[in-house]
């Protein structure tokens, strides 16, 4: 493939990616009000809210470190639509498949949080620091039971003998459900519980959302962003929202409905992409809208136990069935 | 995109000056869902830095005086202040009280005044969209 036609495939994508994120960001709004018995916003709310915020003033509080303070928005950004460029997008493969992998994917979803952890300590507040602090806390115990979510699906994957098994576009194309026994299905079901209990973690959703916690730190790490950098936080998340739940597809959802409808060529293309974005808002609206409606912000202390303890157990669990799986089905 | 983009999305910060609660809790009213100001888009916000309009209640005391002044500028232009019940319009029972130096026009400029004490939810929305014509109003001289 030649790299114009990477760049093209790349561009198209990136403002999709935005596009979707803050019209999926509409939909959560909607379902969450829908289930407080509210009417909600619009679904266009979050394009009316970034439009809002790139007219309002910016800014860059005298005791905040200035460079780094407006730096950092910008490297979330970046980041978070980087990580778009290495996720299977339904019936596509990944856009720069062969040029980093599923590894790399894991630290372009640490990087906004590390940005926003900067961004807050840069900022010259306390409540920023402390919401910095929290940031710091939570990524710490999540990144683990991450990580050995993607490496146990990575490991099987290479002892039947696929490679590379780090890429995404291989985890997509090869679901590990049919290829493992009945010990390996119990493991894969419990990898998926525990990621998506990460999955809210990872962006800092209700009952994980100690580093903003309006009501307590008063915006935590956001707490000095205004204007065009708080619009670069918002489509940050945004655009992260997708690429977690798109995560989760790639690892445990990837089937594509064309080929049992029997359809072929462009028709393929689009209702497999369509149902693509379906799986993504589903896994969305299960791991992130009902549990922030359903559930209060967590303890600092409840969060970083409870990763560290319950869902390393949980997904090291998980990782160890697959083993066994493997011992038993050779 | 012009100013017009308030009257979608408002975001709303909420400063207590010394009030009795009464008036806090119809603001949290507002947002419950019998009310629900978010389908507006209006939002009530934990900083200044993200707001677009201040909703200040209580007559103002000593203490908060020289806090309130500092919200005030701490709030991105452009942005519109709201007061809300009868003690931050007039200090209410508690004028020339010795710990009041309210009301709040005394410290920074309002723009509109939610007289009740405390206003039902009703007019503390419709004193917030009157502040988006202020808003507007802004971006017109722009």
Redesign the interface.
């Known amino acids: 493939m030649s790299g114009w036609v990477a760049l093209g495939q790349a561009a198209v994508a990136l403002v999709a990616g935005g596009v979707v994120g803050l019209f999926f960001r509409g939909l959560d709004r909607k379902i969450a009000a829908r289930m407080q018995a509210r009417i909600g916003p619009p679904l266009r709310q979050p394009f009316l809210d970034l439009g809002k915020l790139l007219v309002k003033e910016t800014v860059i509080p005298k005791t905040a470190v200035a460079w780094v303070f407006s730096a950092m928005p910008f490297v979330a950004v970046i980041a978070s639509f980087t990580a778009l460029l290495y996720l299977p997008l339904g019936p596509f493969g990944p856009i720069l498949e062969g040029h980093g992998d599923a590894i790399l994917v894991l630290y372009l979803l640490a990087v906004p949080a590390l940005a926003m952890a900067l961004g807050g300590f840069a900022s010259g507040s306390p409540l920023g620091v402390v919401g910095a602090q929290r940031e710091l806390v939570m990524l710490v115990s999540y990144e683990f039971p991450l990580a050995v979510v993607l490496v146990a699906v990575a490991w099987r994957l290479t002892t039947l003998g696929l490679a590379p098994a780090f890429s995404l576009g291989v985890m997509a194309q090869h679901p590990l459900w049919t290829m493992v026994g009945p010990l390996g299905i119990i493991g894969l079901t419990i990898l998926l519980v525990s990621l998506l209990v990460v999955t809210p973690a990872e962006l800092a959703k209700i009952p994980f959302d100690i580093p903003e916690a309006e009501t307590e730190i008063a915006g935590g790490l956001f707490v000095e962003y205004s204007g065009t950098y708080l619009a670069l936080f918002y489509l940050a998340d945004a655009v992260r929202t997708v690429v977690m739940a798109g995560l989760v597809v790639a690892l445990f959802f990837p089937y594509g409905i064309a080929q049992p409808l029997g359809l072929g060529g462009a028709a393929a293309a689009a209702v497999d992409l369509l149902f693509w974005l379906a799986k993504v808002l589903v896994v969305m609206v299960v791991a992130v809208t009902t549990v922030r409606v359903g559930m209060a912000r967590l303890k600092v202390d409840q969060i970083a136990r409870g990763f560290w303890w319950r869902i390393t157990a949980l997904a090291l669990s998980g990782l160890l069935l697959l083993a066994l799986d493997k011992v038993v089905t050779g | ?3 017009s ?2 009257k ?4 709303v910060f909420h400063v207590a000056t010394g009030s009795c609660n009464g008036c806090d809790i119809e603001i949290v009213a507002a947002l419950t ?1 019998r009310y ?1 100001v ?4 209006i939002r009530l ?3 200044p ?2 707001a ?1 309009v201040l909703l200040v209640t209580g007559p103002v005391t000593r203490m908060m005086a020289e806090r309130l002044r500092r919200i005030y500028e ?1 709030t ?3 942005k519109a202040v709201v007061v809300v019940g009868g003690c931050g319009s007039t200090s209410g029972v508690f004028y020339e009280s010795y710990n009041v130096v309210g009301p709040v026009d005394r410290i920074i400029p309002v723009d509109v005044y939610v007289p009740g004490c405390p206003p039902r939810p009703e007019a503390i929305i419709d004193g917030v969209v009157k502040a988006v014509a202020k808003l507007e109003k802004l971006g017109a001289k722009v």
């Not at chain 2, 979608?8 to 975001?11: F, N, T």
């Open positions: 995109m012009g100013l983009a308030f979608r999305a408002l975001w869902p629900d978010e389908r507006f888009g916000v934990g900083t830095r993200h677009d701490q991105p232009d452009p």
